[in-house]
């Protein structure tokens, strides 16, 4: 699916379009600064008695995307995942050193 990546200056957003999922159905793992995010479903259809097939269309999804995120801007520890309404968003906090500072004023003396 397609994604897109928001920075700000508190961090990250990987948002993905994902409708019909629901939050079991992901997998999001992180090693080594690879962000892995996947997902594997398939949806089945029970027949009810005196029924057969005239065709059957297998529904099947499973994706997989892959992001580096380098170790000296991001908090790895505290990465956090939600869904909601068919929008997978992972929010990747930036660590303090590497947040931008307020632009400030310096007098001359």
């Given at each position: 699916p397609s994604v897109n990546i928001v920075e700000n200056n508190e961090g990250f957003a990987v948002e993905m379009a994902a409708p019909g999922?629901?939050?079991?159905?992901?997998?999001?793992?992180?090693?080594?600064?690879?962000?892995?995010?996947?997902?594997q479903k398939e949806w089945k259809q029970e027949m009810k008695d005196n029924e057969r097939?005239?065709?059957h269309e297998f529904s099947y999804q499973a994706f997989e995307?892959?992001?580096?995120l380098p170790?000296?801007?991001?908090?790895?520890s505290k990465?956090?995942?939600?869904?909601?309404?068919?929008?997978?968003r992972v929010?990747?906090?930036?660590k303090e050193e590497a947040k931008a500072l307020p632009p400030r004023?310096?007098?001359v003396q």
């Amino acid at each position: 699916p397609s994604v897109n990546i928001v920075e700000n200056n508190e961090g990250f957003a990987v948002e993905m379009a994902a409708p019909g999922m629901d939050k079991g159905d992901f997998n999001i793992q992180l090693n080594n600064e690879v962000l892995t995010i996947s997902s594997q479903k398939e949806w089945k259809q029970e027949m009810k008695d005196n029924e057969r097939y005239t065709r059957h269309e297998f529904s099947y999804q499973a994706f997989e995307r892959s992001f580096h995120l380098p170790k000296t801007v991001v908090d790895e520890s505290k990465i956090k995942a939600e869904y909601n309404n068919g929008i997978l968003r992972v929010l990747i906090p930036k660590k303090e050193e590497a947040k931008a500072l307020p632009p400030r004023t310096i007098v001359v003396q």
